[in-house]
């Protein structure tokens, strides 16, 4: 065992050794704080390594040890030096190579392009993970990109289809005003019928767009009750039945009287309203519209309304509840009735209505049309 005097005077040379050392480390460190982290990582190893060795040095010398036991100190000492600097250089490449990896990974967040961790799955240092989390961050800003532009594009058409539907009848009121002011007009009840009927046009797409405006802001209020799917369409096909027998379409319906759900039934009644105007607007003369309610296997209600307009493109189904989109550039929506019948709004309402009262629509093609499934939480009753 070794003396107590003895050991105070080990412990207090070699840590004067070290405090010297590591006091010239920090100064190196410092001057290499510009530099690569390789360099840096070097130093360190260095200061240890020197400051180990000066310590045996000294100590050696103060406790007269054989030049050959100092000798030997010395070998050690280095070959340890030698071998902690092959591994910093070793484990600074690693560090350098995935420093890089991350710098890209950060130029490339800016480029609009998603981009793909380098890592496998075993590498779990924390530079790995920065790497896998701006990853993830890149494939988020590429998705959000996407949809902003997707949004964009939605309402640069939403603005040119309903200037277009605005447009057209305020043109038709202004000749018509001006036959009436000029005395030109060889009927004057059937022009204020028709201005009648273009004035309820303008009101229902005025009235359209702030229903939308509601939905996409997140300010729609609903009055929740107890709601009968069984009155919500009575009343919806007792409202449109005028509208199909002009057309020459006859509408079906066969709602089961027990389907209840909690919502607003004044909101649920446009999400009806807007599917029969839709249906009715694509289907042919002397075809037939059915409009059923049931209950599916999770115990939902289950609305459903089934044309028979020919069906949707398979690449256009996933778009068809976007604000403003219609399903060819060239077709102009005609008006049912005073009723606006393909602003392109309808259906984008639906489909915010339908999510307010965490619901779900989905439409997909049947043989000679196309159906639209509303799904509901069904409201027990006892």
Not at 135 to 153: M, N, W
Not at 341 to 367: P, T
Request: glycine share 8%.
């Amino acid at each position: 065992m070794i003396p107590l005097p003895d050991l105070v005077a080990i412990v207090g040379i070699a840590l004067a050794c070290a405090i010297v050392v590591g006091a010239a480390g920090l100064v190196l460190l410092h001057a290499a704080r510009r530099s690569p982290m390789l360099v840096r990582l070097c130093i360190v190893v260095l200061t240890a390594s020197v400051s180990m060795a000066s310590g045996m040095v000294a100590v050696a010398q103060a406790m007269f040890l054989s030049g050959h036991d100092l000798l030997v100190g010395i070998w050690i000492a280095g070959t340890a030096t030698v071998v902690s600097l092959g591994s910093a250089l070793v484990l600074g490449r690693t560090v350098t190579r995935q420093s890089r990896r991350l710098q890209r990974l950060a130029a490339d967040l800016g480029d609009g392009t998603p981009v793909t961790a380098a890592q496998g799955d075993r590498d779990r240092s924390e530079l790995a993970a920065v790497e896998a989390e701006l990853a993830l961050t890149s494939r988020r800003l590429h998705e959000a990109r996407e949809k902003v532009d997707a949004l964009e594009e939605s309402r640069r058409e939403l603005v040119a289809w309903i200037s277009h539907d605005l447009r057209t009848p305020l043109a038709g009121l202004r000749a018509m005003a001006e036959a009436l002011e000029d005395g030109m007009a060889s009927d004057p009840q059937r022009f204020h019928r028709q201005m009648r009927s273009q004035i309820d046009h303008l009101s229902d797409l005025v009235d359209d767009l702030f229903e939308l405006s509601k939905i996409q802001s997140g300010r729609l209020v609903l009055t929740m009750e107890t709601v009968s799917l069984y009155d919500l369409v009575s009343d919806a096909v007792s409202e449109l039945r005028s509208v199909a027998d002009a057309r020459g379409i006859v509408i079906r319906e066969s709602p089961r009287p027990d389907l209840m759900v909690h919502g607003d039934a004044r909101e649920l009644s446009r999400v009806v309203g807007n599917l029969l105007v839709n249906a009715i607007q694509h289907s042919p003369a002397g075809s037939q519209i059915s409009v059923t309610t049931e209950s599916d296997a999770d115990g939902n209600a289950v609305l459903s309304v089934v044309d028979a307009g020919g069906g949707i493109p398979e690449s256009d189904l996933p778009q068809i509840f976007r604000a403003g989109w219609r399903a060819t550039v060239s077709r102009t929506p005609e008006q049912l009735w005073g009723r606006s019948s393909g602003a392109g709004l309808g259906l984008a309402i639906v489909h915010g209505i339908v999510e307010a009262h965490d619901g779900d629509v989905v439409a997909r093609n049947v043989d000679g049309g196309c159906r639209f499934d509303v799904v509901l939480p069904r409201l027990a009753v006892a």
